[in-house]
């Protein structure tokens, strides 16, 4: 399969990348390197390094080529940024989503893959765990533009034929995260550790998510190649279906770095929702996905990435 992939640079792109390669697949990507690194670019893959906003850099990848499919992970990120500045949030995950479509609709591409965000799209739940039919009221502009693309996805699929596969991720963890440029308390609190420096837990620490180790979400963007040829358009949380606090994710990581940091709060953050926890059961069910990978042992492999402390 010819795959366009946005986002190659990126913690979990380069991570799905590197598995498409690895399965046989020709991969080419779409970066603007602002939050992604070089170095996760795979060198068997085609490098573009534009911004998805260039509608007609986007328009002329999609003519030199024939994809077969569209996997679109390129976002902003950061939930604190999206409140900060709407506007550049919207036109990067909105106004850049849309040239991307319209790109794979005037090349005749009938397939894609979006990343969505289980972790923001259904806002403070009134059901745990929320599964796909929970309503969605996103209370950061971030999930407000993720839920956009998923109703440009629907419109593009009534009425240009365009085939979708949303997968919503819960908070992915793993090796690569890139705590400054990325979403992630794990890759923050991991970084700062492994320096000696005391990490920040902001708000009581008592706030919920609910962590999936980035292997698993690679499994799930393996198994949605065959799903979306197969069967068509899908939405399905990619989550590990538990709640864990940031203070549980500071005491098992505290552990793993010798035990020697001291819980430290400040004031909460604004455009965070208190509670988040996913169900996969829809996943399991129709495309043969779970979780494989326990937190514990997720932490230690993330953990065991981060440079000695000195």
Request: hydrophobic share 35%.
């Amino acid at each position: 399969m010819n795959i366009l992939f946005t986002g190659g640079a990126g913690f979990i792109g380069s991570h799905i990348v590197g598995a498409y390669l690895d399965a046989g697949h020709r991969v080419t990507i779409i970066d603007n390197l602002s939050t992604g690194l070089p170095e996760n670019l795979d060198p068997r893959a085609t490098v573009h390094q534009i911004d998805i906003r260039d509608r007609a850099a986007v328009g002329k990848i999609f003519r030199e080529d024939r994809f077969d499919l569209l996997n679109h992970h390129a976002a902003q990120l950061n939930v604190r940024v999206s409140v900060s500045d709407p506007q550049f949030d919207a036109e990067q995950n909105v106004i850049g989503s849309l040239n991307l479509l319209e790109g794979a609709l005037a090349a005749g591409v009938k397939r894609v893959i979006f990343a969505s965000s289980g972790g923001t799209v259904y806002g403070e739940q009134i059901a745990f765990p929320a599964d796909e039919s929970h309503p969605t009221d996103p209370i950061a502009p971030y999930g407000i533009t993720k839920l956009a693309v998923e109703k440009y996805l629907n419109y593009y699929r009534r009425e240009r034929g365009i085939e979708h596969l949303i997968l919503r991720y819960a908070n992915v963890y793993g090796p690569r995260q890139n705590p400054h440029g990325e979403a992630g308390v794990i890759a923050i609190f991991c970084d700062k550790m492994s320096v000696g420096e005391e990490p920040v837990i902001y708000g009581t620490g008592e706030q919920t998510r609910d962590y999936v180790y980035v292997d698993d979400v690679v499994a799930a963007n393996l198994m949605g190649l065959r799903y979306l040829e197969e069967r068509g358009s899908a939405t399905f949380n990619i989550a590990s279906g538990e709640e864990t606090t940031v203070n549980e994710i500071f005491r098992m990581l505290n552990g793993l770095f010798g035990g020697e940091f001291e819980e430290r709060h400040a004031p909460a953050r604004t455009g965070e929702q208190m509670r988040s926890v996913c169900s996969y059961e829809r996943a399991q069910r129709e495309m043969g996905w779970r979780p494989t990978v326990e937190l514990s042992d997720g932490l230690a492999r993330t953990a065991s990435t981060y440079r000695p402390r000195g």
